[in-house]
């Protein structure tokens, strides 16, 4: 099922996301609809509460004919090295600023089949990787761009979020 997609404005994009305990029918159907959604706005990456859900899920799908299940992921290296790109997010539509972020990274997660899964990761994984997890601790990109690029957008994300608690009610 496609869910719509939380905008900027949204609290539910500024809780903080709890923890799966265990895989069952509903975090699989969760997982399932979150793909769907993800692919159905033209994304790469999704976070649960991109749809409302405030759990530590995210799928990614680089294209490279892995879409990956993301649940409880823990980071345990951060590269000291980093790298500036462009980056946009389904829920700040219209808005693509560069953010500085680790260029490697090596991260923990568990799969949809609930085994654990170690993977390092550079390059757009690495940023995808890292803008997805963010999600879960209620952090979006624009609070990382700089600060000049910040003012440029500031009216934009205004306006945004006007218009997603105005749809809220
Ligand atoms: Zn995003």
Redo the contacts with the bound molecule.
Sequence with gaps: MIHKIRKYGDPVLRKECDRVEKIDDEILELLDDMVETMHDAN?I???AP?IGVNKKIFVLDLGDGHIRKVINPEFLEFSDETEENE??????PGIYKKVKRSSKVKIKYMNEKWEEVTEEAEGLLSRALQ??N??LDAV??VDKIAPVAKRIVSSKLQKLKKETLKELG
């Design positions: 994304g990456g999704l976070a991109q980056e946009g997010c389904l829920s700040v803008h997805e963010d999600h979006l990109f």
